[in-house]
């Protein structure tokens, strides 16, 4: 039992999840850092602020205010908020993350393929040629 479970756990596949997510987590820790710091200040501009900390309040919280000075402090006092801004900041992330992930997999795609082409030789017309040549030479 303690082979087969060895077996599983070293095999080809595991080890390509195992990998796999290893990858795409620091794919993600990368790309939420480049969104957070390069893209979204520059989509905050045009709307003044930074773009997660853009909100709307629902319903105001206990203590009745209609307005916030941020979404930490309309969370704090119980208001229902819809935070549209973190949700496009995820949304980019999201975006970025997959078209990464896309270009990982058509690279590999690619090596794959390069890697099982057959190797050129002669053709088997070639082939039937030189055998025939060779019955004719007897």
Not at 71 to 79: F, N, P, V
Not at 131 to 136: F, P, Q, S
């Amino acid at each position: 039992m303690l082979k087969e479970f060895r077996d599983f756990a070293l095999g080809g596949n595991l080890l390509d999840v195992g990998i796999g997510f290893v990858i795409g987590a620091a794919t993600a820790a990368f790309v939420g850092a480049f969104t957070s710091n390069l893209v979204t200040p520059w989509i905050a501009l045009a709307g003044g602020g930074n773009m997660s900390s853009k909100f709307a309040i629902l319903k105001a919280g206990k203590s009745g205010v209609a307005e916030y000075p941020s979404l930490a402090a309309a969370q704090a006092d119980g208001a229902a908020v819809l935070s549209w801004g973190v949700f496009v900041d995820e949304f980019i992330k999201f975006l970025l993350i997959m078209f990464v992930m896309f270009l990982i997999v058509k690279m590999a795609n690619k090596f794959k393929k390069e890697a099982t082409e057959a190797p050129s030789g002669p053709s088997e017309v070639e082939l039937l040629t030189e055998i025939r040549d060779a019955l004719k030479s007897r």
